[in-house]
């Protein structure tokens, strides 16, 4: 559900006056500022790793806290100071002419440390005490009022371009975790008034810093995939159509990715606990993968996916034929997800987090040499080097953390927990 936000957002952008333009913004602001914003959301890892106790619990909110007040001062300078030019204009590839309406995306993005903030501690708890249709609930009551938004805002002249795009987003985000905070409240204390048995010490400030830092590096990485895709297909003859073609074929893909993507290691992060455990998650996983990967083949050779293209987004029709083909591409992304996120979930369940960024550092290290390599070698791939460059990227990442990161087995006291 959290992934069809996304198809949501680009309903509104569609009926907008300009939507290709449009498109493109929201593309390069939202995805790049997210990335900078994504160290807060990541937090709720940590916070969800020492929810054990009470007193360990109290030590990760304060270190999220301070988190998320540098986040926004970051933000706040790339919103008002020629760092923001640097940034998206030079590192980014966003021209003179889409500058401006990105930056107008980057102005709303200042709430976004705090709207981050709140789902995260709210579902922390609520994944700890396994109240997780809850989230559910939430993320049900967001999509609706999104939905109201898209239909009715771009008539109502109160937002134009990609800004629209932005105040759906955040908004709907900010719904969504004040009704997890309403959800958490009344458990929270099974979680804070918890003690630890005798002899064993909480989480000091500096073992969730050591946690989260990482955990962080591993989250800009995954989020600065999308604007290092974004920054080569600004890079080629044709940059607002291949950016708004991969946008939107994004957000449809991102509906099935997101089956995969962080669920399941935070699932092997809170339920592994021996040999056994790790042979039916493995298998599940495998199983999900494969499964969300089939069920993406059928769902765009039966035409279904033309039809949401067309009828609900609203894209033109001349855009159908690229945004398909992207979309068979990245139809193996969640069946190579599956592993890598498996391997991931034992090492945050052992606290092996520097492993995770690793991994994903050569992910994206793999995405950025595609995507630039292809876009300048074989410009008539055009968007296509999106989904290559993310099927390289999970392949290496898979490589790393398949060798580096034990298994449980049978035969030894497994590592975990």
């Not at 054990?52 to 926004?72: F, K, N, Y």
């Not at 940034?87 to 107008?104: I, M, Q």
């Not at 048995?197 to 591993?218: D, H, S």
């Not at 083949?297 to 279904?304: K, N, R, T, Y």
Request: contains cysteine.
């Amino acid at each position: 559900m959290m992934a069809s936000t996304f198809s949501i957002v680009n309903a509104g952008l569609a009926r907008t006056p300009n939507p290709e333009f449009a498109l493109a913004a929201f593309a390069l602001g939202q995805t790049v500022t997210n990335m900078f914003g994504s160290p807060v959301w990541i937090g709720r890892q940590m916070i969800l790793a020492f929810s054990t106790d009470g007193e360990s619990m109290r030590t990760a909110v304060r270190v999220e806290t301070g988190l998320a007040i540098l986040v926004a001062a970051w933000i706040a300078i790339l919103g008002y100071t020629p760092v923001g030019r640097f940034v998206y204009v030079d590192l980014f590839g966003a021209s003179e002419a889409l500058y401006p309406e990105v930056l107008r995306v980057v102005r709303l993005c200042i709430f976004l440390p705090l709207v981050h903030y709140i789902r995260a501690w709210a579902q922390a708890i609520l994944m700890r005490l396994e109240k997780t249709i809850m989230m559910t609930a939430a993320m049900l009551i967001r999509l609706f009022f999104m939905i109201l938004m898209a239909l009715f805002l771009p008539g109502m002249g109160f937002l134009e371009g990609a800004s629209l795009g932005v105040f759906i987003w955040i908004v709907g985000m900010g719904i969504e975790g004040v009704f997890c905070v309403i959800f958490a409240w009344p458990l929270a204390g099974r979680i804070y008034g918890k003690t630890l048995p005798e002899g064993e010490e909480p989480a000091t400030t500096g073992e969730c810093v050591r946690f989260l830092l990482p955990v962080i590096a591993q989250g800009l990485l995954l989020t600065f995939s999308l604007p290092a895709v974004n920054a080569g297909l600004a890079r080629t003859p044709t940059p607002e159509r291949n950016l708004a073609i991969f946008q939107v074929a994004w957000s449809i893909a991102f509906l099935f990715l997101a089956f995969i993507f962080v669920n399941v290691s935070q699932t092997v992060l809170v339920l592994l606990r021996d040999a056994r455990w790790w042979r039916t998650l493995k298998r599940v996983g495998v199983a999900m993968g494969a499964g969300v990967s089939l069920f993406m083949l059928a769902f765009i050779a039966s035409g279904a996916s033309d039809w949401v293209l067309s009828n609900v987004i609203g894209v033109e029709a001349g855009l159908l034929p690229p945004i398909r083909t992207v979309l068979y591409l990245m139809a193996a992304a969640p069946f190579l997800a599956a592993f890598v996120e498996l391997y991931a979930g034992i090492a945050l369940n052992r606290g092996q987090t520097p492993l995770v960024g690793i991994g994903k550092g050569l992910d994206l290290a793999l995405i950025v040499l595609s995507v630039f390599g292809l876009s300048s070698l074989l410009p008539a791939l055009e968007a296509n080097v999106g989904p290559l460059g993310f099927a390289l990227g999970l392949l290496a990442n898979y490589a790393f953390l398949k060798r580096t990161v034990r298994e449980p087995t049978l035969e030894e006291s497994p590592d975990v927990g």
